[in-house]
């Protein structure tokens, strides 16, 4: 998250890829542990160098959301933060109102936002619908004129798939990624950025591979306890997906404030007031043991214990004390042999 | 209405959030009571109802709102209400020339297209009276139920594009509120009603989801009730977002309670 804002605080060829507001942790370097936290630092930044360079290129964005985690303010802080960088930022609205969408932008940003109201009319029941429908105003935002590094946010790209068709929704979708060149070839391209907001219940796995495939970075949101997070997913050619998790919140101006980590779990402390209550207070038998009881009880020789004296006892048996005897006393029946049945051995 | 509902939502007649559209679903259990109670309410606060009643008949919105404090029969006849009975319209469609149109009348069609018929009539239902005296605080929408449209062969993405056109003419044009009921299919595969299901609580300011309890069926506990505030364009704000209750439907009124505290187990 930290840094697709920053990708849109820098486009290339501007600074020498200086990472904004990381302070350096020990200017003196003081101590390996310094070091280790300075070098993990540089190691995420390099990975987060790769990932700004990565969106900087523009393409497609998808902000996937749910019920429960909605991405549409995401996607407002993300068209303010373009806003306030000077770049022309067109809304493609289908699913809430002009008014309803610029609530919370102040003026400044307002006025770089164009947008093209697709919510009044959109299928023309009421004769007020834009030229060509879903599709002719889509195609009308590829061929548009506006010089400079533009923003095109699609609110929402799932009304879109749901009413067009999906090649076509892809095809145009290509076409607006496409790196819009300025007439004469000379001058450096601009790269547009394409925002789609997806509700990602709504599609099966079809389409949405089909938009993946398109997408130069995927913003899963989520989050835990009231806390959003977002998951990044970022292809860059020939190389692997880069994945990052940033927890965040949005304010009530549509700032991004990014936070650490996750919110820590709350422990469930026991009342600092009440004493830890005793479970053997309350019982009916007894679970302690007096002074003389604990002597015997250590002093006590388990019968199975082997300790030395046991071996002598049963090496020498001493003079015979109370040994059992045992009389018998035969039945009539009883069929007494005297022979002893191993006499026959040689052994 | 339910006070209890009115306190669990923290709201009141005379002082309600305008504009909103509020998503009222059920899974494994009955969950009309909410339209009952939202029906009562916003007669209660003096609105123009618009009530499109697709599966049970005037009468039985009438019994229940008698005992809910309202007389349907009395705000029809004074105007407040404008009811839309579908079940008995329904067969109207059939016996009518076919040139004159019917709000139903997606039901002849062979291939069932769209409900600008039904948005046409809401609209016409809901206008504002041209002589300037508004007679009603704001126009109410009142659906019950969406899901028996995906039966009777329109698309889902037909009702969502009908629930559209609603929110602009009755939340976004006049500032009135929507209330419509949507069952949930739970384990049963229903591609259409899922889309309708999630696509309407994407728009959803508030959704009130009853659900049966999961352990079946209880005497004294009637099912859950699961209340959850959604803010689609603005941050969220720092309240509760979401709260689950229990609750017993009695003749009257339904009680409302925290989960495991009815009063039948303490």
Not at chain 1, 226 to 234: K, V
Not at chain 2, 23 to 37: E, M, R, Y
Not at chain 2, 89 to 118: C, I, K, M, N, T
Not at chain 2, 169 to 185: P, T
Request: aromatic share 8%; charged share 20%; net charge negative.
């Amino acid at each position: 998250m930290l840094n697709i804002i920053d990708s849109f605080q820098m486009r290339p060829g501007v600074g020498g890829g200086r990472i904004h507001g990381v302070p350096p942790l020990c200017p003196e370097g003081g101590g390996s542990a310094g070091r280790d936290v300075i070098r993990g630092r540089r190691r995420r930044d390099r990975r987060g160098l790769e990932m700004e360079s990565v969106l900087a290129l523009g393409g497609l964005v998808l902000l996937r959301d749910s019920v429960e985690w909605e991405g549409r303010s995401l996607l407002k802080a993300l068209i303010k933060k373009s806003a306030l960088c000077g770049e022309r930022v067109h809304i493609l609205g289908c699913e809430v109102s002009e008014d309803e969408f610029r609530e919370g932008f102040d003026a400044s940003v307002n006025s770089r936002l164009i947008y093209h109201d697709l919510f009044r009319d959109p299928l023309n029941w009421s004769g007020e619908a834009l030229p060509g429908g879903p599709l002719g105003a889509l195609q009308a935002m590829c061929k548009r004129t506006d010089r400079g590094p533009v923003t095109i946010a699609l609110d929402s790209l799932s009304w879109l798939l749901l009413h067009l068709p999906c090649p076509a929704l892809c095809q145009a979708l290509c076409a607006l990624s496409q790196q819009h060149s300025r007439p004469g070839g000379s001058s450096p391209v601009e790269p547009v950025r394409v925002l789609g907001l997806l509700h990602e219940e709504l599609h099966g796995p079809g389409p949405l591979g089909a938009l993946s495939s398109l997408a130069q970075a995927e913003v899963t949101l989520s989050g835990t306890m009231g806390q959003a997070s977002a998951h990044i997913l970022s292809w860059r050619p020939q190389q692997c997906p880069a994945r990052q998790t940033q927890w965040f919140s949005i304010l009530p101006d549509f700032s991004l404030d990014l936070q650490g980590g996750p919110p820590l779990e709350s422990q469930p402390h026991p009342e600092p007031h009440t004493p830890p209550v005793d479970p053997t207070a309350h019982v009916t038998f007894n679970l302690h043991l007096s002074e003389s009881e604990r002597a015997a009880k250590d002093s006590l020789t388990l019968p199975f214990q082997f300790s030395s004296e046991k071996q002598q006892a049963l090496l020498r048996p001493g003079p015979r004390q109370a040994t059992g005897r045992i009389f018998y006393e035969p039945d009539a029946y009883d069929d007494l042999d005297q022979e002893d049945p191993d006499d026959d051995l040689d052994v | 209405m339910f006070p209890e509902l009115n306190n669990l939502l923290n709201t009141t007649p005379d002082r309600t959030e305008q504009g909103k559209l509020t998503l009222l679903c059920d899974a494994k259990t009955d969950g009309s009571f909410l339209v009952h109670h939202f029906l009562s309410f916003y007669l209660k606060a003096n609105c123009k109802v618009c009530f499109v009643a697709l599966v049970q008949s005037f009468s039985h919105y009438n019994i229940v709102g008698r005992k809910l404090g309202v007389s349907l029969t009395a705000a029809r006849e004074c105007g407040q209400l404008v009811f839309l009975e579908g079940l008995k319209s329904s067969v109207d469609v059939f016996f009518r020339a076919q040139a004159e149109p019917h709000p139903l009348q997606f039901l002849r069609e062979a291939d069932a297209g769209s409900l600008q018929p039904v948005y046409e009539f809401v609209r016409e239902a809901l206008k504002p009276v041209e002589d300037g005296q508004a007679a009603w605080r704001y126009p109410v929408l009142l659906v019950d139920d969406l899901s028996v449209l995906l039966s009777l062969g329109l698309g889902a993405v037909a009702v969502l594009d009908f629930m559209h056109y609603c929110r602009v003419a009755v939340c976004w044009e006049q500032k009135g509120n929507i209330v419509a009921l949507v069952h949930d299919s739970g384990d049963a595969e229903d591609e259409e009603n899922d889309i309708l299901l999630n696509g309407l609580s994407h728009q959803s300011h508030l959704i009130l989801r009853a659900e049966g309890l999961a352990t079946g069926f209880c005497r004294d506990v009637h099912g859950q009730l699961r209340i959850l505030w959604r803010t689609p364009s603005q941050p969220a704000a720092q309240r509760d977002r979401s709260l689950t209750y229990q609750y017993k439907i009695q003749d009257k009124s339904v009680s409302f309670f925290a989960k495991g505290m009815s009063p039948a187990v303490l």
